[in-house]
């Protein structure tokens, strides 16, 4: 029996080595330079709370005369909620922008455009005030707004889908997706579908392409990261009857993704060339995406293409991946610690000599994980002179979220 469940634990371990899954750059860790410049916890200003008392008497002044849902009230509150906002009452603010936005959709209808400015308003002060789950949720709702994201497609359409998958992306980053699927394969489906229909309709490729190539490519970097390898061993299965020891169960549509990722990674990035083939950064994302997963010769091939377009940007290695860049939405975060990093990058993209110091002047603060996670990232290579690659020292200011 001993025996048996050994040959099931290391049928188990030589699964996860197998995998090898590398930490994507930009899972914890991001460029100090993505920082809000004015990280300030917001204050309340008792110089503007007159003027805030003044603006909400105005309105109930309104509302007495004119009636609860009278169209003229729209402004009023709108202009109150706007001076909440800047007295750093931001409860209040929000209040007055429901609303603001509640009488607008009374009297300019369900998809009324005067309710832009005011979800505008409210994304904005969700964004001062860190509350992740309401600004996804008027995200949602500006999305559907503006059509959905079904053809024909129009410059805020297409800047509000964009808006509400980053904020459905950054939500899912700190959860476990395994137990997530159906979520998961929700947001792919309408992402994937939105992404093609938008990289072929010549009348908004050129330019709304490559962000929306680039929101699906980070929605597949980590999706190889967050969902661990499922092990489907009948040896194991057998050992352990009991349901905690089984395996995870997931969505079998979520398991055919992820076994498939590379062709649809390799997929998308080629499609974003068919619209413009002497982009560099298309070109560099595909060369990650190769690179990421070892395949060494066919992205140094692309690489080189694209330092003969951007040489500057291939005089020092990167963490990969460099396109799409992964980041947080910071405002939804705890105050991150700021530390800078020193490391060699090899010519085939091995980190060592790493050393990373606090900006802050404590070298006892730099996270044990943080210098784990950067062991097990994977760099592209400087080039020398769009040719060869050569061992460089990459030098960066950082911020990591513990």
């Known amino acids: 029996m001993l025996t048996r469940v050994v040959l099931a634990l290391v049928s188990l371990t030589s699964a996860s080595v197998i995998a090898d899954t590398p930490v994507p750059f930009g899972i914890r860790v991001q460029p100090l330079e993505s920082m809000p410049t004015d990280p300030t916890p917001v204050q309340v200003d008792t ?38 906002a800047q007295s750093g009452d931001t409860a209040l603010a929000a209040l007055l922008y429901d609303r603001a936005l509640h009488n607008a959709r009374v009297n300019d209808g369900l998809y009324g455009d005067q309710q832009l400015p005011i979800l505008r308003g409210l994304l904005d002060l969700y964004l001062v005030s860190g509350d992740r789950a309401a600004f996804e949720e008027r995200a949602a709702y500006q999305f559907r707004l503006l059509g959905s994201g079904l053809p024909p497609f129009e410059t805020g359409e297409l800047q509000a889908a964009l808006e509400f998958f980053d904020v459905s992306l950054d939500a899912l980053l700190d959860v476990a997706w395994e137990t997530r699927g159906r979520d998961v394969l929700r947001l792919h489906d309408r992402f994937e579908s939105m992404t093609e229909e938008v990289c072929a309709d010549q009348s908004v490729n050129r330019d709304w392409c490559e962000p929306f190539t680039f929101r699906l490519g980070r929605f597949y970097y980590l999706l190889e990261y967050k969902l661990d390898v499922l092990v489907n061993d009948p040896r194991f299965e057998s050992v352990f009857a009991d349901t905690e020891w089984q ?92 530390v800078r990093l020193s490391l060699k990058v090899s010519e085939r993209g091995q980190p060592s000599d790493i050393e990373l110091t606090a900006l802050d002047g404590d070298s006892a603060s730099v996270p044990s994980g943080l210098r784990r996670s950067m062991r097990k990232m994977r760099y592209r290579p400087a080039l020398d002179e769009c040719k060869e690659p050569i061992e460089t020292v990459l030098e960066m200011d950082l911020v990591y979220l513990e």
């Not at 979520?254 to 619209?275: C, H, N, S």
């Not at 091939?301 to 799409?324: G, I, K, M, V």
Request: charged share 25%; proline share 8%; glycine share 2%.
């Open 47 to 84: 110089a503007l709370l007159a003027n805030v008392d003044e603006a909400e008497q105005a309105v109930i002044s309104m509302e007495r005369r004119l009636g609860p849902y009278h169209p003229d009230l729209t402004a009023p509150l709108v202009d109150a909620a706007h001076l909440a």
């Open 247 to 338: 395996s995870l169960e997931r969505e079998p549509r979520l398991d055919a993704l992820q076994r498939r990722l590379f062709g649809q990674g390799e997929k998308l990035f080629e499609a974003l060339l068919t619209v413009d083939a002497d982009n560099p950064v298309a070109l560099s994302a595909l060369a990650d995406w190769y690179w990421f997963y070892r395949k060494r010769d066919r992205a140094l091939e692309l690489y080189r293409q694209a330092c003969a377009r951007a040489p500057d940007s291939f005089t020092q290695a990167a963490p990969l991946p460099e396109h799409p860049k992964l980041a947080y939405e910071l405002a939804f975060q705890e105050r991150p610690i700021p």
